[in-house]
Every structure is written in C-alpha cells, then in structure tokens.
C-alpha cells in the first residue's frame, strides 16, 4: 500500500511492508543517525524485513527513505517473549531533515491499516538513553510526552510494568496497543506479565 502525504516541503509516499529487496534499490537520508549509522540503519531495515515477522513501513521521497517504524518478535531474552500474540514497535524515526512535518503521525497511521495487526498486542519500550534530546531541543519529560502523543495516536497507552529496565530511569515507559481483534485470554495473559516479579513472590 502507499499513501501520498504532502508536506509544507513536498510530498512524501508511505509505503509497507517492504521487502528487503525493495529497500537494497533505495538510498537513505544522511538525518536518519539517531540509533546507528545511516547506512547500518539501511542494513537493520532490510534485516527486520527479511524477518518471517518482520514488518518495515517507510517514508520516502524519490526512492530516498526519510523515515521507518519497523516491528518484530520481542528479544528472546526479555520476559515479552513468552507472549504468544505480541510483536514489538522496534523503533521509529524520522530524518532529522524531515521532523515536525507529521510524517511520524502519518507513518503510524498507514502501518495501522495493516488488519493483521489487530490480532496483535504490540508493545514498545520506551529508554530515554534512546532518545534525540540534543537535537529535539526538548528535555526528558518534554519527550516523552511528544512520544505518548505521536504513539497515542494510532491507539497506544502507557501501561505500568516491573520490567527492570523501565524501572531504571522514572521517564522511560511501556506503551502498549491491543488489537481489536485480541482475545481476553491474550489480554490477561499480557496484563500477568507486565507484573513479573509480583507474581513469582
Ligand atoms: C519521535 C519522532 C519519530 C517524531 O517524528 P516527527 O515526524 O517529527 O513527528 P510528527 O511530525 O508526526 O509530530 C507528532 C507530534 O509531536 C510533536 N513534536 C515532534 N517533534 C517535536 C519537537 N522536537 N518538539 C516539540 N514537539 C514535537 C509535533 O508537533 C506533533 O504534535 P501534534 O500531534 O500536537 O501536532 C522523531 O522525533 C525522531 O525520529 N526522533 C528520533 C528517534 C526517536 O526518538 N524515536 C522514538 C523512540 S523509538
């Protein structure tokens, strides 16, 4: 599927899933640095599409891409794992180039008509260490609530956890989207393991 967005700087399409093969053609904006290297980003991104579960969704500009969210199954290491309905929001991001043009919002929006993903709770784990503050202009707190507002629009709400590594800085946060079409059982299965270490004790 792709979407045209038009932008007080041009038009933007919005496409997904992409094959890998598809994105091995395309180049990639030098603004899209904040998680690795443009170039390694590219490499990630044709991985995750690789992936039986991976699923890659981009902006783009004249086969440039401008920005991505990408799912996937969670780590094998991480208690989210042992869910049998859950796929992660691995990360998002837009080029620093194209920021505050609503392409995030738009991006999200276009992934969610995906039906297949009514089936799923998707999560994303929120570590303030991941995020843009020098460039961004916006403290912790300030980020985190452009983060709830770009994630709830499509539908996410923060959700309390004992998973350590949220717990280790107060602004980092689980955000959690329950498909329509996901079962109490899966609900509540979800809910058990958000509190992990309560239950064991
Ligand atoms: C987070 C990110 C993807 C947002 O992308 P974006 O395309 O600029 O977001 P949008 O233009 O769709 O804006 C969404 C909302 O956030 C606001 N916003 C975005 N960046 C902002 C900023 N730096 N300062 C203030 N508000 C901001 C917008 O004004 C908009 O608000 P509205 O809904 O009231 O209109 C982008 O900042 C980014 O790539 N950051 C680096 C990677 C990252 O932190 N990813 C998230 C963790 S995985």
């Keep these: 599927m792709t979407k045209q967005l038009t932008t007080d700087r041009g038009t933007v399409n919005l496409e997904g899933p992409v094959s890998q093969a598809k994105l091995e053609l395309m180049d990639i904006d030098t603004g899209l640095g904040n998680f690795r290297s443009p170039l390694r980003q590219k490499e990630a991104l044709m991985e995750i599409a ?31 794992i042992r869910h049998p309905r859950l796929l992660e929001l691995g990360a998002i991001e837009i080029s620093q180039n194209w920021q505050k043009n609503g392409l995030a919002k738009a991006l999200l929006a276009e992934a969610f008509k995906n039906q297949a993903l009514e089936e799923y709770i998707i999560i994303t784990t929120e570590f303030n260490w991941h995020w843009d ?69």
């Design 50 to 80: 690789n992936l039986s579960e991976g699923l890659v969704y981009i902006a783009q500009i004249d086969e440039k891409i401008v920005g991505y969210v990408l799912f996937h199954y969670p780590s094998e290491f991480s208690r989210w």
């Design 133 to 201: 503050l020098k460039n961004s202009g916006l403290n912790v707190w300030q980020y985190r609530d452009m983060l709830k507002k770009v994630f709830g629009s499509v539908g996410f709400k923060r959700r309390h956890t004992d998973d350590p590594e949220i717990l280790e800085h107060q602004a980092n946060m689980l955000m959690v989207r329950v498909g329509k079409n996901v079962s109490k059982h899966h609900a509540d299965m979800f809910t058990d393991l958000t509190y992990q270490h309560s239950i064991l004790l």
